[in-house]
């Protein structure tokens, strides 16, 4: 059983910035695929962010790149999600996600099967 839980979200004004942090249980923590999804109020839950189980290969959706970066810290079981230059459209709650048997970053939810509680992030104009 895997346990994430996810921190950093809050208000930011637009053009602000918020480092999210996904801490993960479990003994074979680099081994997993960490993903970031996020739902906003009456939209479907959409995929942020994803990185490999080893850091090498990263997704991305495309209204994000250039603004998010994530990264990981296996040594600390824990993923990043370093949100630049933020937009009010950037707020939802945000979820990260692991996927304990492909390793891989993939962009579809149903990639993974451990999901955390969320946090919120709420950007201002």
């Known amino acids: 059983q895997v346990q994430l839980v996810e921190s950093g979200g809050g208000l930011v004004q637009a053009g602000g910035s918020l480092r999210l942090s996904c801490v993960a249980s479990?003994?074979?923590?680099?081994?997993?695929?960490i993903g970031w999804f996020r739902q906003a109020p009456g939209k479907k839950r959409e995929f942020v962010a994803a990185i490999n189980w080893s850091g090498g290969t990263t997704s991305y959706r495309d209204s994000v790149k250039g603004r998010f970066t994530i990264s990981r810290d296996n040594a600390k079981n824990t993923v990043y999600l370093q949100m630049i230059s933020l937009k009010p459209e950037d707020t939802a709650v945000y979820y990260c996600?692991?996927?304990?048997?492909?390793?891989?970053?993939?962009?579809?939810?149903?990639?993974?099967?451990?999901w955390g509680q969320g946090t919120q992030v709420t950007v201002s104009s």
């Open positions: 479990g003994r074979t923590f680099g081994s997993y695929a």
């Open positions: 996600s692991a996927d304990s048997v492909r390793g891989v970053a993939g962009m579809n939810s149903d990639e993974y099967e451990y």
